[in-house]
């Protein structure tokens, strides 16, 4: 007999600057996934934003985002407010209720994840 996990396939619909976005998620995230997410804070600033929207994209099963196919560069494409928004929403409800904000908020050093992973860590 053989095993492969299951897939948890969430949606949601978000309010505030994105009203009305309806995204169906894999809510699950491999451990390769969130060790990526931690080193982000090594990087610049440009390239945490791009892989954050690339590992996000991956999670998105589709969306109603009309005649836009789901894509890093389609999150990257959109205003700022909205992409901080889809992230935040994204990442509480994969990773758990977290401060999310270090992810979406861009510090001096560009991305501040160093709070992040230690709150992963407790996950």
Not at 2 to 18: H, I, R
């Amino acid at each position: 007999m053989s095993w492969k996990p299951k897939k948890s396939v969430e949606t949601v619909v978000l309010g505030g600057v994105a009203e009305g976005l309806e995204i169906t998620f894999n809510s699950s995230m491999t451990i390769r996934e969130l060790h990526e997410i931690q080193k982000y804070s090594e990087k610049s600033a440009d390239d945490n934003m791009v892989n954050l929207c690339e590992v996000i994209a991956t999670k998105i099963i589709k969306w109603n985002y009309d005649g836009v196919k789901v894509s890093r560069d389609a999150l990257l494409d959109l205003p700022h407010d909205i992409t901080a928004e889809i992230t935040k929403v994204l990442m509480e409800k994969i990773v758990g209720e977290t401060n999310t904000q270090n992810l979406v908020e861009p510090s001096q050093n560009g991305l501040n994840l160093e709070e992040v992973s230690g709150v992963m860590a407790q996950e």
